[in-house]
C-alpha cells in the first residue's frame, strides 16, 4: 500500500483517523501534515515515512516534509512511527500531547527524523509493569550527537500509581549516544539525576516561530487537545489541565530542577 503526500499540500486531521495502514508514506519536503483531532497509531511499526521520488520538484528532495501535532497521538497495540529515511520534522505545540502504552499492550518503535516538543508525553502502566531500568518509548535521528529542542511534561498513569506522585518514582532522561528518551526508577538508579551521557532537559527551541502562519493558525482549533476532557483516545494518561497535570502528574524535569536547586543552595 503506498500514500503519498506530493507539492505544497498540507493535509489536517480534526476527527479520528487510524492510523493501520502498514504503508509506504512518501511525503514531499513542502509538504504538512497537521493533527488537531485524534490519531490512533494501532498494530503496525513499519509505517516507512520516506522522501517522495516524484518530480514536484527537480530534482526530488531527499528530505521529508513536516508533521505537527496540536491535538492528540497515541500509540497502540503496537503502533509506531517510522521516519525512515532519518529526516523530517516531527512537532508538538503546547497544546499537544502523544501517549504511549507498556504492559499487557505495548506501543511499538517510534523512530522520528527530527523532532521538536512542547505539551505532554503519556504513558500508561499496565499493573504489575517494571518500570524500572530505562525503558526507551522514541528514539530520534537529528541532531545525531544532541539531544532534541522543546520542553514538554511526563505525565503517566496506571493501576499501580493512584495517588502516588509520579515525580517520586520516575524520571526521565535524553540520551546523546543512543538518541533516545529514557524512563528510569530512581530507586533502580540510586540517583536523583540520569545517568552519565544522558541529561533532563531539551534544547530551547523557538516553540514553532519558524512554522508558517498557515499552519500554526491550527494550534487552539482542534478537537482533541491535551486538556480535553474527558481525554481523548483509549490511553488514559489523567486528565490534563491547563499547563498542570492532575493529581499523581508532575513534570519530572522541573522538580528534579527545584531539588537540585536546593541542594546547590545547601552547598
Known sequence: MFFSLYGSVTLVNDGVWVFDSNSNLYW????????????????????YIQYSTFPTISPPALEVGTMVNYGTIEFVSGGGFNFYSNNGLFFQGRGGVIKFEFGDSNSGNVQFGEVELYGYVGVYYSAGYDVGSGKSFFDWAIPADDIPKGDFKFVASGPDFIGLDISLIQLVCFSKTSLSVKIYDKTYLGSLLCPTDEYQFLNPGDGGASLPDSITSFKDKG??????????????????????????????ASLAFIVLSLICLLF
Not at 489523567?238 to 497535570?245: L, Q, R
Request: hydrophobic share 30%; aromatic share 4%.
Open 28 to 47: 514531499d519536503k513542502q509538504a504538512y501534515w497537521v493533527n488537531i483531532g485524534l490519531m490512533t497509531v494501532t498494530r503496525s511499526s513499519n509505517d
Open 223 to 252: 478537537s482533541c487537545p491535551a486538556t480535553a476532557d474527558p481525554p481523548c483516545g483509549s490511553i488514559d494518561t489523567g486528565t490534563i489541565t491547563g499547563d498542570s497535570p492532575a493529581a499523581g502528574n508532575v513534570n519530572v
